[in-house]
Nanobody
């Protein structure tokens, strides 16, 4: 059983920082793209940041220069450092990873989501 487990969310004042972490547990043969999405009730889920297995990252325009995504391939973890947080960053953040189990093809996995609330 492969699971993605997020940690690090919470409440922070505008201008503050939070660091989200996500670990993929289980027997994993390969990890491909990993990243973070966020969702606000009534809105579509949006990509925040992603990173390839080679370390190439991609960011939503709204977070460029403030957020940094990183990963540890040996530990199958992905992190999101969020600085200069704004109230509009308030959302449920979900970890996403394309993983392959032994004997299977790659598929997308999602974490349960973690709340980030930025107060003004």
């Amino acid at each position: 059983q492969v699971q993605l487990v997020e940690s690090g969310g919470g409440l922070v004042q505008a201008g503050g920082s939070l660091r989200l972490s996500c670990v993929a547990s289980g027997i994993i043969a390969s990890a491909y793209g990993m990243g973070w999405y966020r969702q606000v009730p009534g809105s579509q889920r949006e990509l925040v940041a992603s990173i390839t297995s080679d370390g190439v990252s991609n960011y939503a325009d709204s977070v460029k220069g403030r957020f940094t995504v990183s990963r540890d391939n040996a530990k199958n973890t992905v992190a999101l450092q969020m600085n200069s947080l704004k109230p509009e960053d308030t959302a449920v953040y979900l970890c996403n990873a394309a993983l392959r189990r032994w004997g299977s093809g790659p598929r997308d996995y999602w974490g349960q989501g973690i709340q980030v609330t930025v107060s003004s």
